[in-house]
């Protein structure tokens, strides 16, 4: 009878672990436990051995559940972060409301493991959605290394001053988004520093960013120069064009006077 509340403690902690917060099973309840559990000194010795038969399988059934519990806890946890990350993709979706349905339906325990399927594709479309803006990180910077190499002032410029004004862009090699897309953690821990969304954004400003290092090194080879940006118009006509263009033309004569232009 020393040792009774000891068992009834235990007792309650398994049945404890034999659920939880979705998507686990609600914890299990046994009007046997709560006759343990409620009484005291003899009374609670005599409930245990009355109820031992119903205890014992209830002992095996919920450690054996505990042990799947916890064997799948981790990979529930891994498909939630790549849940939470796949809230900006556009086609994830269905995906994400069957990582709801599994919550709701506290179904983490069900046969066949409902998360391996999810976690797999989950991380294919990570995959994909990382190959696709990496192909284009790679085009866009190419593009915009051809317009360096294809000016006369970036030409007069030594590797040291190239690299320091690529550099201030973040426009260098070292700078390039550093991916990894082999096995579900790695493509985790990618998501951890770079958010598709952001990198779609910087991708996007690349363009720019090039721009500002032609400027940059137009300016360290002209001191003098002058930006002059090329005014707006809707052209329908060609009277239009030939009033645009007597525009221009003054524009650009006025500024030859200041010193050397580019326009933009």
Known sequence: SAKAPEFADKLRTLAEQAGGEPPAPEAPHLDALEAVRTSSGNDQLKAIVTNQAELLTAIDEWQAITDKIAQRRPAWGTLKQLADHAKSLPDAEPLLAQVSQIREHRSLLDDPDPVQPLLANLTQQFRDTFNTLQERYAQEHQAGMQRLETDDNWQQLSPEERHDLLGAKRLTAADAPVISLGA?????????????????????????????????????????????????????????????????????????????????
């Not at 951890?192 to 090194?217: G, T």
């Open 184 to 264: 579900t953690d790695e493509v985790l821990e990618t998501l951890n520093h770079v958010r598709p969304d952001a990198l779609a954004d910087r991708i996007a400003a690349l363009s720019s960013r090039f721009d500002d290092v032609l400027v940059a090194a137009a300016e360290a080879m002209e001191p003098g120069i002058q930006f002059v940006s090329l005014p707006h118009r809707t052209l329908k006509t060609e009277a239009d064009i030939d009033a645009w263009l007597e525009d221009v033309r003054r524009e650009l004569r006025e500024a030859l006077q200041q010193g050397p232009v580019i326009t933009q």
